[in-house]
């Protein structure tokens, strides 16, 4: 590569800032606002004129207003994505290996009907899943989550894994069977380190997927017995009745940022990679 | 003689039918490892959607369940003669349209930024450009309505009080068109990461020598990007156009925060959803799905069909 000009590099410079300034735009906002006291809200300005962490306060100490409604979504989203995404991961590892390594008919129908069912829209299951949970008990359940999150994060969870999972040399395997390893021991030194960034990223990409939620989440639950953090942020109120949510969502909202944040700057060549092979490999 | 004969066909024989049956025994494997994982994807879509069906010829509604009655397509009769529906088709079309196109154009180019950039730029930019897809789209659309809402403290309105002839009191959410200018604009900043992922997965594949050739024979950069990138590049496009056509036809999670669907942006999900949940019409609302639900195919074999988008191709090889 040759070496670039200065009017060059300054272009770079400049699209990379723009690119940042876009991106980041609205998680700089709400952090913004996440600061602003309720008189210092209308002030117009995207910088507080006062800083406060009274927001945070209001959802994270005891005595908060809105402190047992954030807290115990957060506990119901955290625990129903992480359930539907380990069930999904276990299930699709199977389906992705057989897909990747065994030759029978009907691989292709699983890789289309999984493509089918993660372009389906949402809300079409979601209200014969209100009636049926109403009258089964399933209703503002845990359960009654973690069953219709499967539909997100098993199909993407199938298509990802079976992407990975072609690219691994499973040769490998036999190889080391020759050179003396028991089966066992070639599986566990050949195939798992090979396919375990496979499986982490996948997990990743559905927990992302069920995190996400909101259509379920606001349909299928009435207390917080189940309700997830998005559908909880639109049921929060101020700390009196003519105080305007807005400081307590924002800062809620940054609670449930800064972790996903931090996983996409940790492992963001994994989900891209994850992200591309699982959609288009044409 | 004839023992001889038929032990030498036998062993003719077995080969093959060691074979098949070997074949059988894995064909059995793969169905036992892929077959939990198929079934339970069917069983959490095909019932619902059956039920969906079946639940649409009744006339039902939670408020008085006792009063449940087959009448055949007496709810699609109902909801396809209500303009109202016809306007949240428009309105969920109009939202697709406009979405897709911006996000293809914005998608391409934050796509181009990450193939060109240099190895430190890159690592920077693509981080960036996940940040939005990494956010729940709850929070987006909260973070974008505050921004621009001037009854939670919006800044926007006095950032462009400078354009002359701009109301600095104007609520963005009080009118059709400046209300679905902010719910675009908010699935446009939400999903772009995504398209243009699959639009650098597809850049990536260009034979870097055909533009290598194209140059040396004296083409400029805007004939190299229509001769020879964007061909090459015509089934990630389509792909992607294809994936987000249907995702954003399906648009619910910022239009139920900033409008709920009031002011003429109720796009087809949340009138589904207020018909079925809000006012507890299941029956009507059960016709609703089952329409959205037609939809999404028929765009999709429009897109299949029509501009044979091959979704699985590549895949099984």
Same mark, same amino acid.
């Given at each position: 590569?040759?070496?670039?000009?200065?009017?060059?590099?300054?272009?770079?410079?400049?699209?990379?800032?723009?690119?940042?300034?876009?991106?980041?735009?609205?998680?700089?906002?709400?952090?913004?606002?996440?600061?602003?006291?309720?008189?210092?809200?209308?002030?117009?300005?995207?910088?507080?004129?006062?800083?406060?962490?009274?927001?945070?306060?209001?959802?994270?100490?005891?005595?908060?207003?809105?402190?047992?409604?954030?807290?115990?979504?957060?506990?119901?989203?955290?625990?129903?994505?992480?359930?539907?995404?380990?069930?999904?991961?276990?299930?699709?590892?199977?389906?992705?290996?057989?897909?990747?390594?065994?030759?029978?008919?009907?691989?292709?129908?699983?890789?289309?009907?999984?493509?089918?069912?993660?372009?389906?829209?949402?809300?079409?299951?979601?209200?014969?899943?209100?009636?049926?949970?109403?009258?089964?008990?399933?209703?503002?359940?845990?359960?009654?989550?973690?069953?219709?999150?499967?539909?997100?994060?098993?199909?993407?969870?199938?298509?990802?894994?079976?992407?990975?999972?072609?690219?691994?040399?499973?040769?490998?395997?036999?190889?080391?069977?020759?050179?003396?390893?028991?089966?066992?021991?070639?599986?566990?030194?050949?195939?798992?380190?090979?396919?375990?960034?496979?499986?982490?990223?996948?997990?990743?990409?559905?927990?992302?997927?069920?995190?996400?939620?909101?259509?379920?989440?606001?349909?299928?639950?009435?207390?917080?017995?189940?309700?997830?953090?998005?559908?909880?942020?639109?049921?929060?109120?101020?700390?009196?009745?003519?105080?305007?949510?807005?400081?307590?969502?924002?800062?809620?909202?940054?609670?449930?940022?800064?972790?996903?944040?931090?996983?996409?700057?940790?492992?963001?060549?994994?989900?891209?990679?994850?992200?591309?092979?699982?959609?288009?490999?044409? | 003689?004839?023992?001889?004969?038929?032990?030498?066909?036998?062993?003719?024989?077995?080969?093959?039918?060691?074979?098949?049956?070997?074949?059988?025994?894995?064909?059995?494997?793969?169905?036992?490892?892929?077959?939990?994982?198929?079934?339970?994807?069917?069983?959490?879509?095909?019932?619902?959607?059956?039920?969906?069906?079946?639940?649409?010829?009744?006339?039902?509604?939670?408020?008085?369940?006792?009063?449940?009655? %087959?009448? #055949? +397509?007496?709810?699609?009769?109902?909801? @396809?003669?209500?303009?109202? =529906?016809? &306007?949240?088709?428009?309105? $969920?079309?109009?939202?697709?349209?406009?979405?897709?196109?911006?996000?293809?154009?914005?998608?391409?180019?934050?796509?181009?930024?990450?193939?060109?950039?240099?190895?430190?730029?890159?690592?920077?930019?693509?981080?960036?450009?996940?940040?939005?897809?990494?956010?729940?789209?709850?929070?987006?659309?909260?973070?974008?309505?505050?921004?621009?809402?001037?009854?939670?403290?919006?800044?926007?309105?006095?950032?462009?009080?400078?354009?002359?002839?701009?109301?600095?009191? %104007?609520? #963005? +959410?009080?009118?059709?068109?400046?209300? @679905?200018?902010?719910?675009? =604009?908010? &699935?446009?900043?939400?999903? $772009?990461?995504?398209?243009?992922?699959?639009?650098?997965?597809?850049?990536?594949?260009?034979?870097?020598?055909?533009?290598?050739?194209?140059?040396?024979?004296?083409?400029?950069?805007?004939?190299?990007?229509?001769?020879?990138?964007?061909?090459?590049?015509?089934?990630?496009?389509?792909?992607?156009?294809?994936?987000?056509?249907?995702?954003?036809?399906?648009?619910?999670?910022?239009?139920?925060?900033?409008?709920?669907?009031?002011?003429?942006?109720?796009?087809?999900? %949340?009138?589904?959803?207020?018909?079925?949940?809000?006012? @507890?019409?299941?029956?009507?609302?059960?016709?609703?799905?089952?329409?959205?639900?037609?939809?999404?195919?028929?765009?999709?074999?429009?897109?299949?069909?029509?501009?044979?988008?091959?979704?699985?191709?590549?895949?099984?090889?």
């Amino acid at each position: 590569m040759r070496a670039m000009t200065w009017p060059q590099r300054i272009g770079w410079i400049v699209i990379t800032v723009l690119v940042l300034v876009w991106s980041l735009f609205p998680v700089f906002a709400i952090l913004m606002t996440s600061f602003k006291t309720p008189s210092g809200l209308f002030s117009g300005t995207l910088i507080p004129t006062e800083w406060t962490l009274q927001n945070y306060a209001e959802i994270l100490t005891p005595g908060g207003s809105a402190q047992e409604l954030f807290l115990t979504s957060l506990r119901n989203s955290i625990g129903i994505s992480l359930i539907a995404t380990a069930i999904a991961v276990i299930l699709a590892t199977l389906c992705a290996y057989a897909i990747a390594r065994l030759d029978f008919r009907g691989k292709r129908i699983i890789l289309v009907t999984a493509l089918a069912v993660s372009v389906f829209p949402v809300v079409s299951i979601v209200t014969p899943l209100f009636n049926l949970w109403r009258s089964i008990g399933l209703y503002d359940t845990w359960l009654g989550l973690i069953i219709p999150y499967l539909s997100l994060t098993l199909p993407i969870s199938i298509w990802t894994l079976a992407a990975f999972f072609r690219q691994i040399p499973w040769e490998l395997e036999q190889a080391a069977q020759v050179d003396g390893a028991t089966p066992f021991e070639a599986f566990r030194k050949t195939v798992v380190p090979l396919a375990a960034p496979g499986v982490f990223t996948t997990a990743i990409i559905a927990f992302f997927i069920a995190w996400n939620d909101f259509v379920y989440g606001i349909s299928l639950t009435s207390t917080d017995a189940a309700r997830p953090v998005p559908a909880a942020l639109s049921f929060f109120t101020g700390a009196s009745q003519f105080e305007d949510p807005t400081g307590a969502i924002s800062a809620a909202a940054i609670v449930v940022t800064i972790p996903v944040v931090v996983v996409v700057v940790i492992f963001q060549r994994r989900i891209v990679s994850g992200l591309t092979q699982g959609a288009v490999k044409g | 003689m004839s023992a001889a004969t038929t032990s030498r066909d036998e062993k003719a024989r077995m080969p093959r039918a060691k074979r098949s049956e070997r074949s059988r025994a894995e064909a059995r494997l793969g169905w036992m490892l892929a077959g939990p994982a198929f079934g339970l994807m069917l069983l959490v879509t095909l019932y619902p959607i059956g039920q969906a069906l079946y639940d649409s010829l009744f006339s039902l509604r939670l408020t008085a369940p006792d009063e449940r009655e %087959l009448i #055949w +397509f007496g709810n699609y009769a109902v909801v @396809l003669g209500d303009p109202a =529906l016809w &306007e949240s088709m428009g309105v $969920t079309l109009v939202i697709t349209v406009i979405t897709v196109i911006l996000e293809l154009i914005l998608g391409f180019a934050l796509a181009l930024v990450m193939h060109r950039a240099a190895k430190k730029l890159r690592g920077l930019a693509r981080t960036a450009i996940l940040v939005p897809y990494g956010i729940v789209t709850v929070v987006a659309a909260f973070a974008w309505f505050y921004a621009f809402d001037i009854n939670s403290g919006g800044f926007v309105n006095s950032w462009l009080s400078w354009i002359p002839g701009f109301d600095p009191d %104007l609520n #963005w +959410f009080a009118h059709p068109g400046t209300s @679905l200018f902010v719910i675009i =604009l908010s &699935e446009v900043w939400k999903t $772009t990461p995504f398209i243009s992922l699959l639009l650098l997965s597809g850049l990536a594949q260009v034979p870097g020598d055909l533009e290598e050739a194209a140059k040396v024979d004296g083409a400029t950069g805007a004939e190299i990007m229509r001769r020879v990138i964007l061909p090459n590049m015509k089934a990630a496009i389509m792909v992607a156009v294809l994936f987000r056509t249907l995702e954003a036809f399906r648009i619910f999670d910022n239009i139920y925060i900033m409008t709920a669907g009031a002011n003429g942006t109720e796009a087809l999900s %949340l009138l589904a959803y207020n018909t079925s949940i809000g006012r @507890l019409e299941i029956g009507l609302g059960s016709a609703i799905s089952v329409l959205l639900f037609l939809s999404v195919l028929v765009i999709a074999a429009i897109f299949i069909k029509g501009f044979k988008v091959d979704l699985a191709g590549g895949k099984n090889s």
